[in-house]
């Protein structure tokens, strides 16, 4: 008879991941993804290497799971500070507002998330998420453009174009501690008037 693990067996290896996953975001908010090493990780989770990748089978799948985890609570962030306004200029400039502060709040982990030199499976995980903050913007400006509060213009592209400067822009004055809400404002006001509002 095959070997079933428990309830309770299963839980503590949810946890022991869970616990695994928190050390390693750390270390990348502190260090960037350079310094998430599996030797860094399991000193931090007091484990032995081989340990870890009883977890994680190599460390593409755990940095590729430390992306996932990172930018999936920003992306929410942003879903959240999009929805319930009424207005298309609000709804805008909230998602660009908070998408920045968030940068700004830690900026080595948005510097990881947005441009650190990664191994190619994150980099496709970044290439899909930056689909799916741009599908945020599409869906306010497309709602926008078919209420005639904006200009007619490609819903898509100009979403796409809203989260490249985000990304870009924002790498200066994250790693030099540029000035925050001069830049923040700044973003605001060129992103709105990219899209007419």
Same mark, same amino acid.
């Given at each position: 008879?095959?070997?079933?693990?428990?309830?309770?067996? #299963?839980?503590?290896?949810?946890?022991?991941?869970?616990?695994?996953?928190?050390?390693?975001?750390?270390?990348?908010?502190? @260090? @960037?993804?350079? +310094? #998430?090493?599996?030797?860094?990780?399991?000193?931090?989770?007091?484990? /032995?290497?081989?340990?870890?990748?009883?977890?994680?089978?190599?460390?593409?799948?755990?940095?590729?799971?430390?992306?996932?985890?990172?930018?999936?609570?920003?992306?929410? +962030?942003?879903?959240?500070?999009?929805? @319930?306004?009424?207005?298309?200029?609000?709804?805008? !400039?909230?998602?660009?507002?908070?998408?920045?502060?968030?940068? $700004?709040?830690?900026?080595? #982990?948005?510097?990881?998330?947005?441009?650190?030199?990664?191994?190619?499976?994150?980099? =496709?995980?970044?290439?899909?998420?930056?689909?799916?903050?741009?599908?945020?913007? =599409?869906?306010?400006?497309?709602?926008?453009?078919? /209420?005639?509060?904006?200009?007619?213009?490609?819903? +898509?592209?100009?979403?796409?174009?809203?989260?490249?400067?985000? +990304? !870009?822009? *924002?790498?200066?004055? *994250?790693?030099?501690? @540029?000035?925050?809400?001069?830049?923040?404002?700044? #973003?605001?006001? $060129?992103?709105?008037?990219?899209?007419?509002?």
């Amino acid at each position: 008879m095959a070997y079933r693990e428990t309830t309770k067996v #299963l839980e503590k290896k949810s946890q022991m991941r869970s616990e695994i996953l928190r050390s390693a975001e750390t270390l990348v908010r502190v @260090g @960037g993804f350079k +310094a #998430l090493t599996i030797q860094a990780l399991a000193n931090d989770v007091n484990m /032995s290497v081989g340990n870890i990748y009883r977890y994680f089978g190599n460390k593409d799948a755990l940095s590729v799971e430390v992306f996932r985890h990172s930018t999936e609570r920003e992306l929410l +962030a942003v879903a959240q500070a999009i929805q @319930g306004k009424t207005d298309i200029s609000q709804s805008l !400039e909230a998602g660009v507002r908070v998408f920045a502060e968030r940068a $700004f709040r830690a900026p080595v #982990l948005a510097w990881a998330l947005i441009a650190e030199p990664v191994e190619p499976a994150v980099d =496709e995980s970044r290439l899909f998420y930056r689909e799916a903050y741009a599908r945020l913007f =599409e869906k306010v400006i497309a709602e926008g453009v078919a /209420s005639g509060t904006l200009p007619q213009q490609i819903p +898509a592209l100009s979403a796409a174009a809203i989260v490249g400067a985000l +990304a !870009e822009s *924002l790498l200066g004055p *994250l790693e030099h501690n @540029g000035p925050e809400q001069e830049v923040i404002d700044g #973003l605001v006001l $060129f992103c709105l008037r990219a899209v007419g509002a």
